[in-house]
Structures are given as structure tokens and as C-alpha cells.
């Protein structure tokens, strides 16, 4: 009995010892950690992070992997990475100081995950930026009479996800542009947070000095981009094939969404201050294959709500700045491989002639925009248009509109616009005594003339082309020729 006891205890002894030979340690240690942070830094990104030992902080978050904590980082980016995609970008280190920089870390598979960033601050010199830039010598007294222009920026936190960086950490024989598609390619979408945003510019003139600073509640951005479209763009490759097989794949080239809220902007100036402020505003671009994989959409919605700026010389233009709510949504869709091929080379060819004066090479890039015109129409597009509301202070107006192109001649579609209340608007404008009342009078006679009244007081106007009739338009059902004269 008694062996058998100490049978049972060498055992459980052996498997302890053997659990704990396996089992991840519950920390990195500094040796392992900088090895990490160096990796990153050999990387083309054009990125440099270091800390002390007794900034650095890791703990076990799951099997092999580990959260790495740094505090205070000595960060920086160089813009030298901007070379690879012929941008003219002078190139200088930014400083960039943190509270603390968190990352994901599984040193056995080589993953690499950004999590979160606090207490980021940095400046940008305008003027010393643009002197570093290649210029010719008779620009140079130009660039001597730049004002000084400081900009500064500060964020209280900064939240990723699905921001995996792993492809850093093994880029030896990899340069920029062969490593920023598959940065790109892992784990999409990739979102980012941003609470308390601050902003400055300072800039100084000889009338006086100019100040402008902002507060940002919160700011938001979510991106899928497929990393062919990006690599036919930065290798100047030819994009036709990139974008035919992402269609007949049924996947989108790009899809980007971003927010903000509650932003509050001053400006103090020599000769007065302007406010401005935004409740929210939230973005959303993207190319996607039709449901028939036949051609792409082209979309673009736009959300706005709480605008108002006061301090305006022009009252006129401050009280039409007092915005409630607008929602736009905007779309083309039938857009072809082709089209988009096009794009990218005119936008390659914009680059590489910026500081061309040759009028031949200048000829060539209006010929390119002319066959991108043709492309657009042999695609036979149809735009789509709406404004759900928009609604102001004086009043609120809903518009929708459908039109197909379809090559040759006018569009053939519907548009429709309705404004709320017309009566109530003509009040509050006279309420604002921005305009004599007469002119207020005459301005809703012509609404009134143009518009049909229905029995709820809105306005309506509906503009139609038809297939059976494109030498005309209609107004409201009464036919116009596009020469001016009603039939």
C-alpha cells in the first residue's frame, strides 16, 4: 500500500514537472520583448519603437500569445516610406510621444497585434516641412515668404481592431510596397477608435496672429481595401485584370466607413472669432460587385447632424450654415473593369506630370480624361440620388432622382423634390430680417410658379426625361425642349 502511495505521488510530481516544462511562461522576458520592438523597427514601414526595461510590462493574455505593455516609447515614423509611391513628400523623422502603447505578441508563431495607443501627442512645422522639400531655385523666395505654421495634435485614446501587423516582423528581403498589401490583406475589416481629440494651428501674419483649435469627442473609421487593387495602384502595374477578377470573385475593392462626434472648433483671428460645432457626421465610401457580377457600385452616403457656426462676417451665410440633420446617399452603378482601369492610370500619370510643363505630355493626360469620359459611357451608368432629409432651420426639403445613361443623347430618368411647408419657410426667413421682405415675397412667388402647392402647403417639383421623348424634359408633367421654349 505504502509503494503504491508514493507510486501515485511520483506520478502526479512527474506530470506537474512536465506541465510546467510546457506550459508558456507567464511573462516575456526583456531580452525577448526588445527583440520584438527591434523587429518592428527593421521593418520598411519607416517606423522606430523603444523602451526602457523598466517601461516594459507583458503579461500571458492566451496560449503562447502576450500582451505587451509600453510605457512612455520612444516613437517615431519616417517619412521616407512615401518614396516608394512616387508621392512628393519631403522626407524627416516625426517624433510621436505616448502614455503607453499595447501590443498582441506570439513570439513562437510570429503574430503581431496593435491593440491600443494612449496619451499620443505630436507637431508638425509647415514651413520647415515644405524647405525640406526638393525646389527649384527660383521657387525658393516663394518658399522663403511662407508664413510660420504650427499644427499640434493630441489623443487621450486610440483603439484597434483586427489591426495585425505580423507581416512586419519577418520583411527582410520584403520592401514597402511588397509589405503594405498583405498589412493589408490580414484580418479584415480593420476599425479604429479615437476618444478626446485635440487639434491647433497656429499661424502668424503680419496683420496679426491666427489661432484655431479643435475638440473631437470621438472619432471612428472601419476599411476593407483588397490589396490587388492597392498593389495595381503602387507598382504602376496595369489594373484591368485586377479589377475583372475581383468582380468575377464577387468582392469589393473598397469599403470605408468613419464618424465623428460631438467636434468643436474656435478660431481667434486679429479681426474677430468664429465658433463652429457638429453633433455627429459619419461617412461611408465603397466600390462593390453588383448582386449579377456584371459591373461594380460606386457608392457614396454622407450623414450630418447639429451643425453651426457662428462669429461669420456674413450673416446671410451663417444662419443657411445652421444645419438640423442631412442625409445624402449618392450611387453609380454599371461601372466596368475598364472604368476603373482608367482611373488609376490617369491618377498614376497626374502624378508623374505634376511639375511637367511639356504641352505634349499635358495634351496626352486630356486625351486620357477623354477616353475615361468614353469608358464611364460605354458602361451605361445609372446614378442615384437622394436627400433624405435636409432639414434646417428655416425649414426641410427631401429630394430623390434615378437617371440612366445610356451613351449617346441626355440621361432618361426622375427626379423629385419636395419642400416642406413653404409658407412656414417664407416666415422664419422673414423672422431672420436678413432680407427686405419684399425680396422674400418675390423669392416665394418663383418657388410658388415652379413648384406645385399641394394640399399639405409643400412645394413639389418633378423632373423627368423619357425614353419616347429625350429632345424634351418635364417640369411637373409639362414638356420644355432643352432650348429654352415650352411646347
Not at 495607443?117 to 508638425?124: E, Q, Y
Not at 520583411?171 to 479584415?188: G, V
Not at 477578377?245 to 466607413?257: A, F, M, N, Y
Not at 456674413?314 to 461601372?335: A, C, P, Q, R
Amino acid at each position: 500500500m505504502k509503494k503504491k502511495i508514493v507510486s501515485i505521488g511520483l506520478s502526479a510530481l512527474l506530470i506537474i514537472l512536465i506541465s510546467a516544462c510546457t506550459k508558456s511562461p507567464r511573462e516575456l522576458s526583456m531580452d525577448e520583448v526588445q527583440e520584438f520592438l527591434q523587429k518592428i523597427s527593421d521593418s520598411p514601414m519607416g517606423l522606430m519603437i523603444q523602451a526602457d526595461n523598466a517601461d516594459i510590462r507583458s503579461e500571458l493574455e492566451k496560449k503562447g500569445r502576450y500582451r505587451i505593455f509600453l510605457k512612455n516609447p520612444n516613437f517615431s515614423f519616417n517619412t521616407k516610406v512615401y518614396k516608394h509611391l512616387n508621392l512628393p513628400f519631403p522626407e524627416f523623422e516625426l517624433p510621436i510621444e505616448m502614455e503607453e502603447l499595447v501590443f498582441l505578441y506570439g513570439p513562437t508563431k510570429g503574430y503581431c497585434e496593435i491593440l491600443s495607443a494612449s496619451g499620443v501627442n505630436f507637431s508638425l512645422d509647415l514651413k520647415e516641412i515644405v524647405q525640406k522639400l526638393e525646389i527649384k531655385e527660383e521657387k525658393k523666395k516663394e518658399i522663403e515668404q511662407i508664413p510660420e505654421i504650427n499644427l499640434s495634435f493630441n489623443y487621450g485614446n486610440i483603439a484597434f481592431e483586427n489591426y495585425d501587423l505580423s507581416p512586419l516582423l519577418d520583411t527582410k528581403s520584403q520592401s514597402f510596397i511588397e509589405l503594405l498589401p498583405q498589412l493589408l490583406a490580414t484580418n479584415q475589416p480593420k476599425s479604429v477608435s479615437v476618444d478626446d481629440i485635440n487639434f491647433e494651428f497656429n499661424m502668424v501674419l503680419a496683420e496679426g496672429k491666427y489661432m484655431m483649435t479643435s475638440s473631437l469627442k470621438n472619432a471612428k473609421s472601419l476599411m476593407t481595401l483588397a490589396p490587388e487593387s492597392l498593389t495595381a495602384f503602387i507598382k504602376q502595374e496595369e489594373s484591368g485584370s485586377v479589377f475583372s477578377q475581383l468582380l468575377e470573385d464577387g468582392s469589393s475593392p473598397l469599403e470605408i466607413k468613419y464618424g465623428l462626434e460631438n467636434l468643436e472648433i474656435s478660431l481667434r483671428m486679429p479681426k474677430g472669432n468664429i465658433e463652429a460645432s457638429l453633433e455627429n457626421l459619419d461617412v461611408a465610401e465603397y466600390i462593390k460587385p453588383t448582386s449579377e457580377k456584371d459591373a461594380f457600385r460606386f457608392g457614396f452616403d454622407l450623414d450630418i447632424g447639429g451643425l453651426n457656426i457662428t462669429g461669420l462676417e456674413n450673416k446671410e451665410v451663417e444662419t443657411f450654415t445652421d444645419l438640423i440633420k442631412m442625409n445624402l446617399n449618392f450611387s453609380i452603378d454599371g461601372l466596368s473593369p475598364d472604368f476603373f482601369e482608367g482611373y488609376i492610370d490617369i491618377i498614376k500619370s497626374a502624378q508623374s506630370l505634376s511639375a511637367s510643363k511639356d504641352p505634349a505630355q499635358q495634351q496626352q493626360m486630356g486625351m486620357k480624361g477623354l477616353a475615361l469620359l468614353g469608358s464611364l459611357m460605354q458602361s451605361k451608368p445609372v446614378i442615384s440620388l437622394s436627400l433624405s432629409p435636409f432639414e434646417h432651420k428655416l425649414g426641410k426639403i427631401e429630394a430623390e432622382g434615378k437617371f440612366h445613361f445610356n451613351r449617346m443623347g441626355p440621361p432618361v430618368g426622375k427626379a423629385t423634390v419636395r419642400m416642406f411647408n413653404v409658407e412656414e419657410i417664407g416666415q422664419k426667413l422673414k423672422e431672420e430680417q436678413l432680407f427686405p421682405p419684399e425680396e422674400i415675397d418675390f423669392v416665394l412667388a418663383k418657388i410658388k410658379e415652379i413648384f406645385e402647392i399641394d394640399q399639405s402647403g409643400d412645394g413639389v417639383l418633378t423632373f423627368e426625361i423619357k425614353e419616347e421623348d429625350k429632345a424634351n424634359f418635364y417640369l411637373n408633367g409639362k414638356p420644355h425642349s432643352f432650348g429654352g421654349a415650352k411646347k
